[in-house]
């Protein structure tokens, strides 16, 4: 696992430096998802690819930006599944971007995740590990090193909430509860970067994040594989909870590799409340 790792602080170290460098304009592609690609998602891809070929514990990867399963070492333990890019319909404005990877052991599903770590390139490039706890890292860029920083771990109950997806679509019941907690006193953080809203309510203590299923897109539009069981994995280890409404999102399998999910992700209290609201909803 360290080898994995190290070949992730390698493509951050690398693709934090793309960021800054190349070319934030679009491609003339559409991934698997049907989003228009920007040159940087592709570039990302190919910097993550490369370092992973490298790493001989890994036996295939799979990137949110292609259609296919890539085979790398047949004698690898782990699966990868890696969103090189995240949020980087954003990256034309300047706003934080990342990198999510799920480390999977023998199939690709919510069970067999063992770890997962993003990397969050704002004004500074962070890193965060989960494996049996969540450690945050931060780049010391004069001796291209991540340095540990501290544990982190969500408190019972937080103040921010993170409300994804088209408010027109919302399901009604879906409306009343955000308007609730709004009502109660949360407050808005939204940046429609899925890395740094997540983050900013893990070091802030907690909340929720919230992309539901909604009328244009029944099934939300976060993809279980490199998005959702990631920081599910995340938000569980730190001690708190990941749903997607109902069930557990880690007790989730797939259908396919680009499957989505709607997703809650929070802390205890939160999470609890999110459920009260979705057990009452027939189907
Ligand atoms: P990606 O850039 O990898 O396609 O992911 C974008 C995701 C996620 O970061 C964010 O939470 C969500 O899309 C934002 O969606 P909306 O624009 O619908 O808010
Ligand atoms: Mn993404
Ligand atoms: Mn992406």
Known sequence: MTDIINAIKSSAIKINKAIQTEDTSKAQTENSSGDVQVKLDLISDEIIENEFKKVSSIKEIVSEEKQDINPMHGNGDYLIAYDPLDGSSLIDVDLSVGSIFGIYKDEYSGPNIVAAVYVVYGPRVELVIARDVVELYRLDEEINEFIFQKELRLSEKGKLVGPGG?????????????????????????????????????????????????????????????????????YNKAGGLAIDGKNDLLDLGIEHIHDTSPCFLGSNYEINRVLKTYSKVKK
């Open 166 to 234: 088209t408010q027109k679509e919302w399901y009604s019941y879906h409306k009343k509860m955000i308007d609730e907690f709004f009502a109660d006193g949360y407050r808005l953080r939204y940046s429609g970067g899925m890395v740094p809203d997540l983050h900013q309510i893990l070091l802030k203590g907690g909340g929720l994040f919230a992309y539901p299923g909604a009328g244009d897109r029944p099934k939300g539009k976060l993809r279980k594989l490199f998005e959702v069981f990631p920081f599910a994995f995340v």
